[in-house]
């Protein structure tokens, strides 16, 4: 269990590293990302093109509340800072995540819809 959430943890903590390759690294090839308010991502390749997308447009900093973890699940609360050319928003952000092997088959961020949408200008 300790071994998921620090995997979990390391892979929040590489995101403002910008290094695409480190991100999907983390994720098996049969990967679910899904973002509650939107239609989910099918698999690694698909994920990369959105966490390309995120890291063309943004600086982020994925900040960890709280953690926890039973079994193969680990549950994260989170402060998401984005900072797009100088303008900078915070998002907060209940994650869960499924492993596999130690690595991620399923990320799941639940969060508000607008609160992503109005700072940043952008429609997901």
């Known amino acids: 269990m300790a071994n998921n959430e620090q995997i979990v943890r390391d892979f929040l903590a590489a995101w403002p590293r910008k290094k695409i390759?480190?991100?999907?690294?983390?994720?098996?090839?049969?990967?679910?990302?899904?973002?509650?308010?939107?239609?989910?991502?099918?698999?690694?390749?698909?994920?990369?093109?959105?966490?390309?997308?995120?890291?063309?447009?943004?600086?982020?900093?994925?900040?960890?509340?709280?953690?926890?973890?039973?079994?193969s699940c680990v549950f994260t609360e989170r402060i998401d800072r984005f900072d797009m050319n100088g303008k900078q928003f915070d998002l907060p952000v209940n994650g869960v995540f499924e492993l596999r092997n130690g690595k991620i088959a399923s990320f799941r961020d639940y969060f508000d819809l607008a609160s992503f949408e109005k700072p940043s200008g952008l429609k997901l």
């Open 21 to 71: 390759d480190e991100l999907m690294s983390y994720f098996t090839d049969d990967a679910v990302y899904h973002n509650i308010p939107v239609a989910p991502i099918q698999g690694k390749a698909e994920i990369r093109k959105v966490f390309e997308g995120f890291l063309g447009a943004f600086s982020i900093e994925l900040i960890v509340i709280n953690a926890g973890s039973g079994g």
